[in-house]
Structure formats: structure tokens, C-alpha cells
């Protein structure tokens, strides 16, 4: 689907009601908002909305115990003699992913295909399946299996194969080994370019335009990952954590692949940006990136605090859980993970938001009424807590500020607000505030009756915001500028009482994964 497409998607999303019947008399309805540039593809917006990814590092490294090979480890060395991916997307399946991305070459070199241009891979690893073995055909045929998109991560920096440094020469042994990729394992779904490098590696220019043409030549669907995109940007870090601003465009003519200087700019984004390129956040569940012994999982408070700080921040998390010397995730990474997810469910499962009386201070077609319509105006504030993602409430033409104002019959308890933008039509709010209603200091008519809560910047995706614990019956969202009329799906509110369930799920959970080899 082109973007265009998704121009036409929203604007005739509530085509089944662009006339309401009134007796023998049709009243048209009013039209949907202008979309906003830039905006995302269907590719992009099908990314953001998975809201967290599995990356699987795998490979030499996981034997020799190194996060970065040099390329001169025997083949051998490589065998995983437990290797089982169905058990990987088992695990991706139960914890809630969508999208698995397996890291096919590292930095040292070495293939988890069967590659036609290097003898440094798995066929060359006669204590593996006798060299005939293939990973990613395995990596690939159980996530489809198990119904999980697939992507994979090939390391332009090569620290074994000959030709790098020779800028036409090694531009061409990447690009074979991208066709193999792109042309034998049926769909991607991303394609993850890492602009790292030793600070001892040769000079080398990368023909990233190039690569990137071919891959969406062969690949129409995947998105391509790098620092400045295509499709999707790095955040700046390796924390797993985007900025409290966070817009999903940039300028791409300000930050360069292999630009490892510009960070503030990549995690915060670009009100004024040209294109857009939504951020993901990389992190690991371990302190490295492969499976180490020595090393366990960061806990379940930690996974939840990079949570809110990456998925709550217009941006999906990118969770790395590497597989053990045998070729299986262990146990103590997926007890963590599914403890994680329970906790989330625990969350998010019911939003209080969901019984309030929803009104605002701005509606497009305010004065659209028709007292035999069920439907009312399709972009009436009531829509942010109708459980619809595809429905929104907007303001009228030329509002940059706005209120949403939730009422409730009795008080409800919250220490986490959610908010969507509808992105379709682009990221527009800018700045905002959050109050609540305090019924004893007087009467509704004086201001001093609403105690702000929290201020906030940007909204994009989804925003999540952490508060100190809040009993009112009544919320106020005040949008305090935006780049055009706000255009909202969704308004959330939810109690994370997680720290004492998370550890009993943890000691309660019964396993059926593989013990740590």
C-alpha cells in the first residue's frame, strides 16, 4: 500500500456514514481533517504499531564468548548442538511479539546462511549438521510457523572478508549477499543496517542509497533500519530509551548513517522534519548483546522502567534476548520475559478512562446533530475511549489548542495517562498538560479547583506518562500547541500497582522452556 493510499484510507474511513438518513432526508456528515506532512507509509505505520520487537543476536560469539569477533575463529568452533527456533518463537509468541529479527552476520563475519560468496558460514562448520545446516532457513521457517514477521540484521562492517576497505569491490559482495537474503526467505519485514565500527577498521564508503534501493526493489513491504532510515532511525543510544520529546520525523540531510555524533537530534526528533523516520530503541535483557554465562537478565522492574521509557515514547522497543551455546533461549531470560508481559497485561488490561463522559473544548463539526443518528459525529470526543484505534476525536480547522475534559460518577485511581495520536494524518501536538479535579478547594467555576498533574511535549504513537498516584473524578487534557488541529484515537488511564505482582508471577510461573546450558 502506497502512502498515498493511506491518504485515502483515512479520508474515507467513515465513508459508511458520510450521509445520515433522517426520515426521507440524507444530512451529510462532516468530512475528515487534512492530512498533516510528512506521514508515515503502511510499512511504517504496521512497525509502530507492534510497539515492541524480539532481536536475537546469535553467532560465533555466542562460542568464544566475545561481543565483537575478530573473523578468524574456526568455523567449527560454531555448533549448536541443542539448536531449536521453534522454541525461540515459541517464547516470542508467549511474551507478546510480533516481529523477530536475527542478527545473520556480525562484525566478525560469519554467515548464518548458506552463502554463495564467503567459506566463513555455517557450511563451513563440519561439526554442525556437517555443513549443510542453515539457520536462518530454520530462524525463518519457524516464525512462520508461528505467524511472527521476520527481518534480519547484516553488519556492513566485516572484520573477515578480504575485500573490505575496497570501496566497489566490497559494495558488491554486500549487495550479493543482500540479494540472497531478499530472494530465498520469502517476506521481510526489516532490514537492520548498524553503522558501528572499530575505531581501528579500514577506510570504507558504504553505497547505502544503492543498498537501500535494492532492498525495497526485492523487499516492497520491509522497512530499513539505520541511523537516519529510510524507514526507521536509531534513537541515539543502546539504553532503550527515547527522549521525553520524541518526533517521529527528521531531516535526513542532518544525520548520516555512520554519524555516531549526532544523538540528541536522533532521539528527540525534528518538529520541522521533512521526513519520516520513527525511532527504534535497541536494548538488551543481559548486560551484553550475546549470551554470556556469567551474565543473567536485568529484572522485571527494569524491562517495564525502558517500557514506558521507549514504547511510552513514540518509539517500539527492540528487546535483544540472545540464545545459549546450545541454540536455545534460556530459562532465566524467559521466566524474566514472561513475568514482563503478565505485568503488562496486569496494566494495561482495563482502562479506567473507558466509563468517562468525554467532552472538549473544540470538535470538527460541532454542530452536527441529528437526534435519530446512533452514530453522532464521527469525531466527537467520546471516540478517545471507545476502544477503536481506527476512529479519533479531532478539533476544528485552525485550533492549535484544545481541551478534553473525562467525567466520571465516581472516583477512579490512576498513576499511569496514556495518549494516541491518530498518525495517519501526522504528529501534530506539541505541548501539553494534565490536570485533576480537587473537589475541596471550591467551586468548579474557579480555576484553583484543577491541581495540575503533568506537563508533557509530544505525543506521536502512543505516550505514556508516570504520576504520583491520582483519586479524582475528574481529568482535564489541555493541548497547548500543536502544529495543527489535534487529532486524537485514544485517552487511557491505568493503575501500575506491578512491583509486588511482578514478583509473585516470578516465583509462580511454571516453565516449559530448556534449563540454562
Not at 140 to 168: I, M, N
Not at 180 to 185: A, H, I, M, P, Q
Not at 449 to 459: D, L, N, S
Request: hydrophobic share 35%.
Amino acid at each position: 500500500m502506497t502512502r498515498g493510499w493511506i491518504i485515502v484510507f483515512y479520508a474515507f474511513l467513515h465513508c459508511w456514514i458520510c450521509r445520515v438518513k433522517v426520515g426521507a432526508h440524507y444530512v451529510p456528515v462532516p468530512t475528515p481533517p487534512l492530512p498533516l506532512s510528512p506521514m508515515p507509509s503502511a510499512s511504517q505505520l504496521k512497525f509502530q504499531a507492534r510497539r515492541m520487537s524480539l532481536f536475537i543476536h546469535f553467532g560465533m560469539n555466542t562460542f568464544t564468548d566475545q561481543e565483537w569477533g575478530d573473523g578468524t575463529t574456526d568455523p567449527d568452533e560454531f555448533n549448536p548442538v541443542g539448536l531449536d527456533t521453534r522454541q525461540w518463537m515459541r517464547v516470542a509468541k508467549e511474551t507478546g511479539f510480533q516481529l523477530v529479527i536475527l542478527t545473520v552476520k556480525h562484525h566478525d563475519g560469519f554467515c548464518l546462511w548458506q552463502t554463495e560468496y564467503t567459506d566463513y558460514s555455517v557450511g563451513s562448520s563440519s561439526r554442525w549438521r556437517n555443513g549443510t545446516g542453515d539457520v536462518f532457513m530454520d530462524f525463518v521457517t519457524a516464525a512462520r510457523d508461528a505467524q511472527l514477521d521476520v527481518g534480519f540484521y547484516l553488519s556492513p562492517w566485516d572484520r573477515h572478508e578480504k575485500s573490505y576497505g575496497d570501496s566497489v569491490d566490497y559494495n558488491q559482495f554486500y549487495m550479493a549477499q543482500l540479494r540472497e537474503l531478499l530472494t530465498r526467505y520469502g517476506p521481510i519485514s526489516e532490514v537492520w543496517l548498524d553503522g558501528a565500527k572499530g575505531p581501528n577498521a579500514k577506510n570504507m564508503t558504504y553505497m547505502f542509497k544503492e543498498w537501500e534501493a535494492l532492498i525495497h526493489q526485492l523487499q516492497p513491504g520491509a522497512n530499513i533500519f539505520s541511523n537516519s532510515g529510510p524507514d526507521i532511525r536509531w534513537v541515539g543510544n543502546e539504553n532503550g530509551e527515547a527522549g521525553s520529546t520524541c518526533w517521529s520525523m527528521i531531516n535526513r540531510t542532518k544525520v548520516q548513517t555512520q554519524d555516531f555524533t549526532n544523538f540528541t537530534y536522533l532521539t528527540t526528533g525534528d518538529a520541522l522534519g521533512t521526513h519520516w523516520i520513527p525511532p527504534e530503541c535497541d536494548v538488551s535483557i543481559r548486560p551484553g548483546w550475546f549470551w554470556h554465562s556469567t551474565e543473567r537478565p536485568w529484572p522485571v522492574e527494569k524491562l517495564l522502567d525502558i517500557f514506558y521509557k521507549s514504547a511510552g515514547r513514540n518509539c517500539v522497543l527492540l528487546l535483544n534476548v540472545p540464545p545459549n551455546s546450545t541454540g536455545l533461549i534460556s530459562e532465566a531470560d524467559f521466566r524474566v520475559l514472561l513475568d514482563f508481559r503478565n505485568a503488562l497485561n496486569y496494566i494495561f488490561d482495563v482502562n479506567l478512562a473507558a466509563s468517562a463522559a468525554v467532552s472538549a473544548s473544540s470538535t470538527r463539526g460541532e454542530g452536527f446533530t441529528v437526534s435519530d443518528d446512533q452514530n453522532g459525529n464521527p469525531f466527537s470526543p467520546s471516540q478517545v475511549v471507545n476502544g477503536n484505534p481506527a476512529t479519533y476525536w479531532a478539533a476544528e480547522d485552525g485550533i492549535t489548542e484544545a481541551i478534553l475534559r473525562l467525567d466520571f460518577q465516581s472516583d477512579v485511581q490512576f498513576n499511569v495517562l496514556e495518549i494516541q495520536e491518530a498518525i495517519g494524518l501526522g504528529q501534530r501536538i506539541s505541548k501539553y498538560s494534565v490536570f485533576r479535579w480537587d473537589a475541596r478547594i471550591g467551586k468548579e467555576c474557579n480555576d484553583g479547583e484543577w491541581v495540575a498533574i503533568h506537563k508533557g511535549t509530544t505525543v506521536g504513537y502512543r505516550k505514556l506518562d508516570r504520576v504520583n498516584v491520582v483519586r479524582t473524578r475528574r481529568v482535564r487534557i489541555v493541548i497547548e500547541d500543536a502544529r495543527g488541529p489535534p487529532i486524537i484515537t485514544s485517552v487511557g488511564l491505568y493503575l501500575d500497582t506491578q512491583h509486588s505482582y511482578s514478583l509473585w508471577t516470578l516465583t509462580n510461573q511454571t516453565s516449559r522452556m530448556a534449563p540454562e546450558a
